[in-house]
């Protein structure tokens, strides 16, 4: 009766848009070693043969080439993160971030049940490449089917000797330690997941420096990578830079999972094309969304997970990538698609993506603990009915003092390949507290009069003269 | 019970030695306690503590930073409701209401019979199957109220009880990594240049030196 398998993962494939990522994911038996091999849109380990032929800095650069943007939600290129380690010092480590837990975001849990190969493949490339001494695959608690199925193939490749020691008869030797997280979102933010990992609590170390790569685990380089990102890998290093980048765009090659969920007819995974598809295809094309539940209107939509800032009609037309949806004031995050239909209570929205910050916040930064905190207890009362008339100025000096001055900032596209402003303006270590502020300045920007119409609703009480009369009469009537 | 019994201890020796530093197994220990006794009791972390060598209010202080890890008994079965955005979207919020009534508890609370906790969860991943639940953190897609009652008849009756088991385990397929496998795990200031990095950085001064 468990659902561990039976997830629409619709994902589509045409002629000309190969399956980078999901190509085993509806293949009987694809998260076997043998499955691996035989099925999919390419052998399995063979990417893994090719990379140990080449020197492991040429794997770094081949990587480079490629444009291989990290899919976690920063969109920085994997290739320039692993070249931050800094020259001579070891050991290096590698941490493969499986904590998914953005709201809305359904990607990796499929990557690691149904191709868990891919993502160890992957791991030993980027082990290679930067010469870690130990790779960590830290899968979020919540995940046990993901667990089972990557500690599975974990044994199957070490009896295999993929993994372990003098893979495949080289000199290349790597440990991959499956670890558990227990619970908490924030631990998706790279160096709070280097703190769990080191046995602490997971809160994010004060910046700078920026980069694990610099800094990380046990104060020494590591690189914090994405499981879609090394799922890219094997696929790679099968098909070469050339065919990987005559998919999608230039500056955004290669294909993004999608999840697409909410109010549309076909909600699912979807395996797309950066920057080719847009918006309106993924929520109206048969092959993708098939439209918006009952033909109703779409009111709004959330293009890249929960810190993301909304979009509406208007942004229908932008493309699915990063840079597009950066400059446009919001950003493609995690792959997490949330569309609302015009039924939706914008504040009924916003309370409870406020409330996730509220409860995930680790509590390190004041603005973030208290800030978050007094967010969802203003919302929550405008909800019930008893908001007050200064209570959307009071929102917004909240909001600004976690995240000063205009929120969000859109990227200039001159500025490189961030989607996102980096490091974002705000008074916190990490973004955790400004995400929360995403869905305020969206919803009141835009839906002002929603919030204006349950905070009058106390307001009109009505308390004149003629109802207290009223009230006189009946109870002098009464006697 | 509460320390580990002589195969775990052998066990969390296991998984200590797969990491540079003692300490980085505290978390994955907290989830072998929890697994032998169904919540994480204060003799369990003070036995931690005694293994990856660091006080037992440091296991508490991590321990406590986490949802997982439960402090009190909780229930046999860890019933959790999405409400975040997705779910919340398709019903999520007036499911989790249905479940409190149908067990007559608040969510965070335990029915008497302790059987079921029932919580009230954040963003479990299966935003495209929504409203979706765990129990016990086996996922359920697309519950309706009649499914949810199902499914917690299913759990008191013990008719599920071979696809979700009991509260504190998680995958039943564990990574099978013997101490004397392992390929290159030492405490980080007694590792150096691995050797493929050493070979070809080799061959290139050789090829360098030839060159000039």
Redesign the interface.
């Known amino acids: ?4 398998d ?3 993962t619709t994902t589509s494939a045409t002629a000309e848009v190969p399956r980078i990522v999901s190509s085993r994911f509806d293949a009987e038996g694809g998260h076997t070693l043998d499955g691996y091999r035989s099925t999919g849109s390419y052998s399995g380990y063979e990417g893994l043969r090719a990379a140990l032929d080449m ?3 040429a794997v770094t650069g081949f990587v480079k080439d490629a444009t291989l943007l990290g899919r976690g939600g920063a969109g920085f290129p994997a290739g320039v993160k692993w070249g931050f380690c800094p020259p001579g010092v ?2 290096r480590y590698i941490v493969v971030n499986g904590d ?7 990607k ?2 499929l990557l690691m049940e149904r191709d868990p190969h891919q993502l160890i493949e992957g791991c030993l490339i980027a082990a ?1 490449a930067i ?4 790779v960590f695959l830290y899968v ?6 993901a ?6 193939a ?2 199957e490749a ?1 009896d295999a000797n993929l993994v ?2 003098n893979i495949l008869g ?6 991959i ?9 924030i631990v998706g933010e790279e160096t709070a997941l280097i703190e ?8 994010p170390r004060l910046k700078p420096p920026y980069f694990p790569a610099a800094k990380g685990l ?1 104060l ?1 380089p590591t690189v914090v990578n994405n499981v879609e990102t090394l799922s890219n890998l094997p696929w790679l290093f099968t098909h070469g830079v050339d065919e990987y980048c005559a998919v999608g765009t230039e500056s955004s090659p290669g294909t993004r999972l999608i ?5 549309v007819k076909r ?3 979807y395996e797309v094309p950066q920057g080719t598809t847009t918006f309106r295809e993924l929520f109206y094309d048969e092959r993708y969304g098939g439209g918006i539940r009952d033909d109703n209107e779409l009111k709004m939509f ?1 293009p890249g997970g ?1 810190s993301a800032p909304w979009f509406f009609a208007e942004q229908l037309d932008l493309p699915l990538e990063g840079r597009p949806v950066g400059a446009a004031g919001s950003m493609l995050g995690s792959g ?1 698609v ?1 569309a ?1 239909d015009h039924t ?1 209570d914008a504040v ?2 916003c309370l ?2 406020v409330r ?1 910050f509220a ?2 916040s ?1 509590g390190k930064c004041t603005p973030c603990r208290e800030g978050t905190t007094w967010e969802e207890k203003i919302l929550q009362r405008i909800l019930d009915g008893h908001g007050r008339p200064s209570d959307l100025d009071l929102l917004l000096d909240v909001a600004d003092n976690i995240s000063p001055g205009p929120y969000p900032v859109a990227a200039d596209p001159g500025q490189g390949l961030e989607a996102v402003p980096f490091p974002p303006r705000q008074t916190t270590i990490c973004p955790l507290g400004p995400s929360s502020v995403a869905p305020i300045t969206s919803a009141i920007r835009r839906f002002r009069h929603e919030f204006d119409a349950k905070i009058t609703r106390r307001d009109s009480i009505p308390v004149t003269a003629e109802t207290v009369a009223g009230v006189d009469e009946g109870a002098s009537a009464h006697v | 019970m509460a320390r580990f019994n002589p195969e775990n201890e052998a066990l969390a020796q296991r998984i200590i030695a ?4 003692p ?6 220990l ?2 072998l306690a929890q697994e032998q006794d169904g919540w994480l009791t204060e003799d369990a972390m003070a036995h931690v503590a005694e293994l ?1 060598g ?1 006080s037992p209010a440091e296991v508490l ?3 406590s ?5 439960k402090l009190h008994p909780v229930g046999r079965y860890c019933l ?1 409701v999405c ?4 779910c ?3 019903g999520g919020e007036e499911l989790l209401h249905h479940a409190e009534e149908t067990l007559g508890i608040r969510a965070g609370g335990t029915t008497p019979d302790g059987m079921i906790t029932l919580e009230d969860v ?9 409203p979706a639940v ?1 129990a016990n ?5 697309q519950v309706s109220p009649d499914d949810l009652d199902g ?1 917690i008849e ?1 759990l008191r009756t013990g008719a ?1 009880a071979d ?2 088991p009991d509260h504190g ?9 013997p101490v004397d ?5 030492s405490p ?1 200031e007694d ?7 050493a ?2 950085e080799a ?2 001064a050789a090829g360098a030196g030839e060159g000039a």
């Open positions: 009766m468990t659902d561990a039976t997830t629409t020197a492991p800095g070891w050991p998914e837990s953005e709201p809305g975001t359904y990796d849990r290679y010469g870690a001494a130990e979020r608690g919540e995940m046990p089917h667990q089972e199925r990557i500690a599975a974990l044994n070490y372990g020691r080289t000199d290349f030797s790597v440990d330690v499956l670890t558990w997280g227990a619970g908490a979102y769990s990992l080191e046995g602490n609590r997971g809160m046990y020494y999840a697409l969920s909410g109010h909600p699912g995974v959330i929960a997490a949330v609302m939706t009924r929205a409870r993506l996730f409860r995930e680790c | 797969r990491y540079p530093r300490k980085s197994a505290t978390i994955p907290c989830h990856v660091c202080g991590t321990a930073f986490y949802e997982m890890f959790n409400t975040n955005i997705s919340q979207l398709l954040e963003c479990i991943a299966a935003c495209t199957e929504a765990q953190y086996r996922y359920f897609h499914l299913g599920l696809e979700v385990t998680l995958g039943l397929v564990r990574q099978d990594l496998r392992l390929a290159n795990v980080p590792q150096g240049v691995p050797p493929w990095i070979r070809h061959a290139a």
